[in-house]
């Protein structure tokens, strides 16, 4: 059985960093994309970050410079290390494991992905 779990989120204060560490538990992952996604209140999931098996990585636009994902396979955890945060970071974090393996391409979008994690909030205070 396939689990995964976010944990890092809070209460932040504008231009401040946060770690969000998601654990994989299940199966080997290091053949797999590994991706976050975040989802703002009355918004729909959008892509965040996502890095290759190959530790190749992809950003979205209102993210570079400021976010990092990474993996880690020997722990089956992925990463996303956030700094400069503002308050439109505010939203629930989720991370997931895409759907197909050896695949170089980045995945972006939610039907990429197969597994996905319960979530875990950011909120960005000003």
């Known amino acids: 059985q396939v689990h995964l779990v976010e944990s890092g989120g809070g209460l932040v204060q504008v231009g401040s960093s946060v770690r969000l560490t998601c654990t994989a538990s299940?199966?080997?992952?290091?053949?797999?994309?590994m991706g976050w996604f975040r989802q703002a209140p009355g918004k729909e999931r959008e892509f965040v970050a996502t890095?290759?098996?190959?530790?190749?990585?992809h950003y979205t636009d209102s993210v570079k410079g400021r976010f990092t994902i990474s993996r880690d396979n020997a722990w089956k955890t992925v990463e996303l290390r956030m700094k400069v945060l503002k308050p439109e970071d505010t939203a629930v974090y989720f991370c997931?494991?895409?759907?197909?393996?050896?695949?170089?391409?980045?995945?972006?979008?939610?039907?990429?992905?197969?597994?996905w994690g319960q979530g875990t909030q950011v909120i960005v205070s000003s």
């Open positions: 890095i290759t098996w190959r530790y190749n990585t």
């Open positions: 997931a494991v895409g759907r197909t393996t050896y695949d170089e391409t980045y995945q972006t979008v939610v039907s990429d992905y197969e597994y």
């Open positions: 299940g199966r080997d992952f290091s053949s797999y994309a």
